[in-house]
């Protein structure tokens, strides 16, 4: 069984433009988090797909965006990117919404310059 | 406004010892609590996890205890083995609208032989 994946792996982008992060989650799984972690802060919340719709966001700004498609596979944008955005960006799949035990993908490196 | 602390950021055990990871929390709604295991360059991945209604769940080398009164977890590793070096991440369950997952900072282990 494949697990999450995530593309690209690494990026690096300049101050001022956007990006956008791919999650393919588990086959079966139709739940979709994402999460941003830096040194520090542990995994902040970004925001929970399910069936399409999201179902919880945590507390970025607005540049900050996502969606899922019916086939589950999830995207998120950040948009004016900021130095503060370079991050460790993680997916993570679950057959039900917030059910606890997640799996995650190896994440997508985010470097701002 | 961090809801699950993981006041030390890291910890050094050596080898065959005990290792305790520490984790406190201010909700007491949060109904199923978690650790999460981060290896460089790859995604966490679920260790262990207790219910609410539980004071302790062991599994292998792996014990968590939850104090609810003073709102405390801890993961028990005996005996550690360099193997076990790396990030780990409490997590905790709660419904605020919709379920939500909230991770600690993380903890870094290193276990020396």
């Known amino acids: 069984k494949a697990g999450v994946t995530q593309t690209p792996r690494y990026l690096i982008k300049t101050r001022g433009q956007q990006v956008t992060l791919s999650c393919s989650p588990i086959?079966?799984?139709?739940?979709v988090s994402w999460y941003q972690q830096t040194p520090g802060q542990g995994l902040q919340f970004l925001f929970e797909y399910f069936s399409e719709t999201q179902r919880n966001k945590g507390n970025f700004p607005g540049r900050f965006s996502g969606r899922q498609f019916s086939n589950s596979r999830s995207e998120m944008n950040v948009s004016t990117l900021e130095l503060g955005d370079s991050a460790l960006y993680l997916c993570?799949?679950?057959?039900?919404?917030?059910?606890?035990?997640?799996?995650f993908g190896e994440g997508s490196r985010l470097t701002v310059l | 406004d961090q809801q699950v602390k993981q006041n030390s950021p890291s910890l050094s055990v050596q080898e065959g010892r005990i290792s305790i990871l520490n984790c406190d929390y201010t909700n007491s709604m949060f109904d199923y609590f978690l650790w999460y295991k981060k290896y460089p360059a790859e995604g966490p991945t679920f260790l262990i996890s207790?219910?609410?209604?539980?004071d302790k769940n062991e599994d292998g080398r792996f014990t968590v205890f939850l104090n609810k009164s003073a709102k405390h977890l801890s993961l028990h590793i005996v005996p550690s083995q360099p193997g076990d070096s790396a990030v780990y991440f409490c997590?905790?369950?709660?419904?605020?609208?919709?379920?939500?997952?909230?991770f600690g900072q993380g903890t870094r282990l290193t276990i020396n032989p």
């Open positions: 993570a799949s679950s057959l039900e919404p917030s059910g606890g035990e997640l799996f």
């Open positions: 207790i219910s609410s209604i539980k």
């Open positions: 997590a905790a369950t709660v419904f605020q609208g919709a379920q939500k997952l909230v």
């Open positions: 086959s079966g799984h139709r739940s």
